[in-house]
């Protein structure tokens, strides 16, 4: 008992390791994307937000070119740049202005590091929104310094995430331990919150939180069809070029009714795109779906999730430790046995209590685990634990059903 009591502590410590890391690894996936799948789509367990609490707006069409110098560092005609349009988010911004104290919060998740002739208008716009506007930026480079913004924003946040085989699942809430990302921000703004990150731990009001907690894509990119008109209450994207053209013909209360009580959420949804487990999305709903994982405290560690995490690791435990076998079908001990079938087979185990025990912790904590990592470790102290304890091999095995 007391082997299976340190051996759980020690699961517990490795869980939170994982929990601790900027990033995941790309073979969680399949698991991450079926438990989600299997509770959101096949029991039907899916919450989402208001589609009326939120405006997506994209900027893919609002593009222009600057002029690059030449070879000889000379401006081109010939040599051009592709930025979004400012006199477009210009004249946005200045369509959201006088609902600013009506409008939650507008994130503008453009990189604007390239200076252009309308950048003074663009800043006049958005000295006059303040800190209702928030502003992005990336880290770049092998020292990994933030790229420096030709506009002052008050409120700006870190639109980076790091991933494993080019895979996005997790969103840390800092970088580098000091540098605020964008859903951590805008969970603050909204919220009215600080997070307090002094010494080991990440601590909201509600509780210890996890530094990088695997994002729950409650809006995803199948929740969405093209807008036709403003009155629509699903998840709907407006293209920046045709809102400025509706605000010609629009009735005051109409533009009023498009900003009001809403997060305001810009970007480039055709060709900012990124890999996750359920498909090409677009980085402006990572971000949304980050900071609703904050808003649903789905990344605060509560005492009942610590404990039923511990219960799992030490069932596993006790099982290693007491040469327990889970009962396996005939079907499947005939369909494993050569060598190599039998470690197959002998693996099984761990796996499956190690997918119940994921599967529960998503299904009530909305909490993913690492099992990979978890089961080689299962297998590592197993075969120590044989080789140091040779008497245990003429004891016929036990069998847990």
């Known amino acids: 008992m007391i082997l299976s009591t340190v051996n759980a502590l020690l699961m517990l410590l490795i869980t939170f390791h994982w929990l601790r890391l900027p990033y995941t690894f790309g073979d969680e996936a399949f698991l991450i994307k079926w438990t989600a799948l299997t509770k959101k789509s ?23 070119t600057l002029e690059m110098p030449n070879d000889f560092g000379e401006p081109s005609p010939y040599h051009r740049m592709v930025i979004t349009d400012r006199t477009h988010l210009t004249e946005f911004m200045a369509m959201i202005v006088p609902y600013r104290d009506q409008t939650q919060l ?18 006049e716009q958005v ?22 913004s030709v506009i002052d924003f ?23 331990d000091s540098i605020p ?24 009001p509600q509780g210890i939180s996890l530094p990088a907690p695997v994002v729950d894509f409650k809006v995803r990119s199948n929740d969405f069809h093209e807008g036709v008109n403003l009155s629509e209450s699903n998840f709907t994207t407006f293209k920046m070029a ?20 809403k997060i305001i959420l810009i970007g480039d949804f055709s060709a900012d795109l990124h890999e996750t487990p359920f498909g090409k999305t677009p980085g402006l709903l990572l971000i949304y779906n980050a900071y609703l994982t904050l808003q649903e405290q789905d990344n605060i560690v509560s005492f009942f999730w610590i404990l039923l995490i511990f219960s799992g690791y030490w069932l596993l435990s006790w099982r290693i430790f007491n040469d327990i076998e889970l009962k396996r079908p005939r079907w499947l001990v005939r369909l494993f046995q050569t060598k190599l079938g039998e470690l197959i087979l002998h693996t099984l185990d761990d796996a499956f209590l ?27 102290v197993e075969f120590i634990w044989e080789k ?14």
């Open 106 to 123: 507008v994130v503008l998740d453009v990189i604007l590091d390239k200076a252009s002739p309308e950048d003074s208008l663009l800043q």
């Open 127 to 148: 000295d006059l929104l303040g800190p209702k506007l928030m502003g992005v930026n990336h880290l770049e480079g092998e020292d990994q310094q933030a790229i420096p």
């Open 42 to 64: 096949l029991l039907g367990i899916d919450p989402k937000p208001v589609p009326e609490s939120v405006l997506f707006v994209d900027i893919s069409e609002s593009k222009t």
């Open 181 to 204: 990302t964008v859903p951590l921000v805008m969970y603050e703004q909204l919220q009215h919150q600080k997070m307090d990150h002094s010494g080991l731990f990440y601590r909201f």
């Open 242 to 261: 045709d809102l400025l053209d509706m605000q010609s013909f629009m009735a005051e209360e109409d533009i009023a009714a498009l900003f009001e009580h």
């Open 388 to 401: 140091v304890n040779p008497k245990l091999f003429p004891v016929t095995k036990n069998t847990m059903t």
């Open 354 to 380: 190690l997918i119940v025990l994921t599967f529960i912790s998503y299904f009530i904590f909305n909490i993913h685990i690492n099992i990979l990592i978890l089961l080689v470790y299962a297998k590592v």
């Open 154 to 176: 008050q409120l700006q946040g870190l639109a980076t995430y790091r991933s494993a085989q080019g895979l996005f699942l997790k969103y840390p809430l800092l970088f580098q």
